[in-house]
C-alpha cells in the first residue's frame, strides 16, 4: 500500500495470515521518501519515477514467487486534492502506466491509483488504531475509540459517537455506516481540507496581514512588513500572500497571549452552523468529548511535535492532558526570551527548537485545534501514537484489510 501525502510518498507491505475470520498482521517492510508528488505539479513522470526507490525495497523483500499475486494500490491523500483535478490526474495517469509497465505487482481493480477521499482516510485510520488495539477481534462488538489524524494540508477525525435521544449522529455526509466482523458501526468522519499543519501556517500568516496587530512591542516595521506574535522574537520570515504580495513577517513578543488569538480566528467559531451542533467553520460535529467514552487517540503531527518534549520519540505510545498541552505550548512561546533554558537537558527537544522557527505557532494550532476548534476540555488526556505493536498508525492498514474483504481486487490479466 503506497500513501501518496503531502510531505512525502511512503509505501508499506504488510504480511497477513488470512485463515482466521479477523486477518491477522504478521509483519511490515517499510519505506519512505521526500517530497510529496504534489512537488512535481508540473512533472508528471518526474512523479511516477519518484515512487522507484520504495518499490524496488518491497521487489527485494517479497518472494519473487509471490510478486504477480501481491496486490498494490496507490492512494494520494490532500497534497493532490489541492493540486487541482487536471494536474493530478496527469500525476495518476503516470503513476498507474510505470506500476503496469516496470513492476509485477497486479494493481487493485477499485480505486488502486487514486486519490482518496478524505471520508475514506479518517475511517481507514480509524479502522487501523481499533484493530491494533484488539477491538475487532471476537464476534462480540466491543467499544471503539476515536482518532485524530493531523497532516500537512488536513486534519481527519472520526469516532463512533454514543446513543443520545435514539440518534448517533445526525444524517449527512458526515455520518458513515460500516460494518466489520459482522457487527455494525455507526460512525462519524470529516476531513478538514486546510487546516493540516502545513496549510494552517498558511491561514495564520495570511491573517496576520490582513489583520495587523497594533505595534505596542517597540519593534519598527518597515514597509510590507508585520508583526507575527507567533514567531520568535525578531525572526524576520518572506512571506507570499494568497493574493500574491511578497511581505515580511516580524517576530514580536506574544504579549497578552496574542499568537493564540491569531490561531482562534482561523477557525471560524462563529460561522453559521446549519446543522448543530458544529465544531468549527460551520462543520456538523457531536461532542468529541461527551460522546466518546473511550480513549481518543491523535497520531502524525499531534505525536511529532510533542513527543520531542515528552518521552522522547523513540516512545511511540504516549499520552499528554489538553492541559499539559497548553502548559507546553506556552513555555516554548516564551522559550525565546531566555535561549529556551526550561529545555537545555533536553537534546532531542534543542534539536526541535532549532530544527524550526514555527514550533510556537504550531504548537499553538495543534492546542486550538483540541481545544477551541473541537472543545476539548483541559482534564481530558489524548493518546499519542505513532505506531501501535509496531505498526504505524494511519489508514494504511485499514486500507489494506479493505482490500482482502473484497473480491476480484486485481486484474488477472496481469498474472495470466
Excluded at 44 to 60: F, I, N, Q, R
Excluded at 80 to 104: C, F
Excluded at 310 to 337: F, N, S, W
Aim: proline fraction near 5%.
Amino acid at each position: 500500500m503506497m500513501d501518496a501525502g503531502s510531505m512525502g510518498s511512503r509505501i508499506h507491505a504488510y504480511k497477513f495470515n488470512y485463515c482466521n475470520a479477523t486477518p491477522e498482521l504478521e509483519s511490515e517492510t517499510f519505506s519512505h521518501i521526500e517530497p510529496g508528488l504534489s512537488s512535481y505539479s508540473d512533472d508528471p513522470e518526474g512523479a511516477a519515477k519518484s515512487l522507484d526507490k520504495l518499490l524496488d525495497t518491497v521487489l527485494d523483500t517479497i518472494p519473487p514467487f509471490l510478486h504477480t499475486s501481491t496486490p498494490i494500490a496507490m492512494k494520494a491523500t490532500a497534497g493532490l486534492r489541492l493540486l487541482g483535478e487536471e494536474k493530478s490526474n496527469m500525476i495518476l495517469d503516470a503513476v498507474r502506466h510505470r506500476l503496469e509497465t516496470k513492476y509485477p505487482f497486479p494493481i487493485i481493480e477499485e480505486q488502486g491509483v487514486a486519490v482518496m477521499d478524505g471520508a475514506d482516510e479518517g475511517v481507514f485510520a480509524w479502522v487501523t488504531v481499533n484493530y491494533l488495539l484488539d477491538r475487532f477481534n471476537s464476534l462480540e462488538k466491543k467499544p471503539t475509540v476515536a482518532i485524530l489524524d493531523l497532516g500537512g494540508a488536513s486534519t481527519q477525525v472520526v469516532f463512533e459517537p454514543e446513543i443520545v435521544d435514539g440518534h448517533t449522529s445526525a444524517q449527512g455526509t458526515h455520518r458513515y455506516p460500516m460494518n466489520f466482523n459482522g457487527n455494525e458501526y455507526i460512525l462519524y468522519q470529516h476531513s478538514h481540507l486546510g487546516y493540516g499543519l502545513m496549510m494552517a501556517r498558511v491561514q495564520i500568516n495570511n491573517y496576520v496581514v490582513d489583520n495587523p496587530i497594533s505595534n505596542q512591542h517597540g519593534v519598527q516595521l518597515g514597509e510590507g512588513e508585520y508583526a507575527h506574535p507567533c514567531l520568535p522574537v525578531n525572526m524576520r520570515q518572506e512571506f507570499l500572500t494568497v493574493d500574491g504580495r511578497n511581505v515580511t513577517l516580524v517576530g514580536v513578543s506574544d504579549q497578552g497571549g496574542q499568537c493564540r488569538g491569531v490561531v482562534e480566528a482561523i477557525f471560524n467559531k462563529h460561522k453559521l452552523c446549519p446543522q448543530k451542533p458544529c465544531s468549527f467553520n460551520g462543520v456538523h460535529q457531536p461532542s468529541l468529548h461527551s460522546s466518546v467514552p473511550d480513549d481518543i487517540y491523535a497520531f502524525s503531527f499531534f505525536f511529532d511535535l510533542t513527543a520531542p518534549f515528552r518521552l522522547g520519540a523513540a516512545i511511540q505510545a504516549q499520552e499528554m492532558t489538553v492541559a499539559e498541552l497548553e502548559e507546553l505550548t506556552d513555555r516554548v512561546c516564551i522559550g525565546d526570551e531566555n535561549n529556551f533554558e526550561d529545555f537545555h537537558d533536553s537534546a532531542e527537544a534543542m534539536k526541535e527548537i532549532r530544527k524550526s522557527s514555527d514550533l510556537c505557532m504550531d504548537l499553538s494550532y495543534i492546542y486550538g485545534l483540541l481545544a477551541y476548534g473541537y472543545d476539548v476540555p483541559n482534564e481530558r488526556r489524548i493518546k499519542l501514537a505513532k505506531k501501535l505493536k509496531g505498526y504505524e498508525t494511519g489508514w494504511c492498514v485499514g486500507a489494506s484489510i479493505a482490500v482482502l474483504e473484497e473480491r476480484d481486487w486485481f486484474n488477472t490479466a496481469k498474472i495470466l
